[in-house]
């Protein structure tokens, strides 16, 4: 969290992005906040796992949202 909140534009880029990679993997693998296999495919169970790996997938496209504006030219 405190790289986030760094004035090193090339840091908090980083962080931004390798956070956003995180959250993706957790949302592709059901939410359950393990690492998982993004190869899997998208596929998001219609339960309360799939809930939490939505709200996983939510967050890593705020992230990588955030990342992005750090480079808008990426």
């Known amino acids: ?3 986030r ?4 534009a090339e840091l908090r880029f ?11 993997k957790r949302g592709l ?3 359950a906040g393990g690492a998982g296999d ?3 495919g998208a596929q998001v169970p219609d339960t309360a796992g799939g ?6 997938l939510d967050a890593a496209l705020a ?3 955030q990342a992005l ?3 808008p030219g990426d």
Do not use: K
Request: aromatic fraction near 8%.
């Open 51 to 56: 809930d939490a790996a939505r709200e996983e």
């Open 69 to 71: 504006l750090l480079r």
């Open 29 to 31: 693998a059901g939410g």
């Open 5 to 8: 909140r760094t004035r090193d």
């Open 14 to 24: 980083r962080a931004l992005f390798n956070l956003g990679y995180t959250q993706l």
């Open 63 to 65: 992230t990588y949202r």
């Open 1 to 3: 969290d405190e790289a």
């Open 38 to 40: 993004a190869s899997q």
